[in-house]
């Protein structure tokens, strides 16, 4: 099990080689795995955060299986932020 929380980025420069898909995908497989999981979109376009809220609009889904929180990449101090409070909260460590 993981003990102490694990950045994993999908990045790249060049625009339509998988990141989101791959992102989605991996979490997903993840979670599968009992593992606690939370996607911080930085994309400019949010794609994962428009996803999510269409189909929660869409199918009224109730349970979601991971969190998707949306970030400027440019907003450097929450984003640090946001990892010091996961690393800090035992919360997002439990599965």
């Not at 189909?55 to 907003?75: F, G, W």
């Amino acid at each position: 099990m993981i003990q102490t929380p694990v950045i994993i980025t999908f990045a790249n420069q060049k625009g339509g080689v998988g990141k989101t898909t791959l992102c989605v995908t991996f979490a997903n497989y993840l979670v599968t795995k009992g593992v606690r999981v939370a996607i911080v979109d930085c994309d400019f376009q949010h794609s994962i955060i428009k996803c999510r809220k269409a189909d929660i609009k869409k199918y009224d889904v109730q349970y979601v299986p991971y969190d998707v929180l949306s970030y400027e990449a440019n907003d450097k101090k929450a984003i640090i932020a946001l990892i010091e409070k996961m690393h800090n909260d035992s919360t997002w460590m439990s599965c």
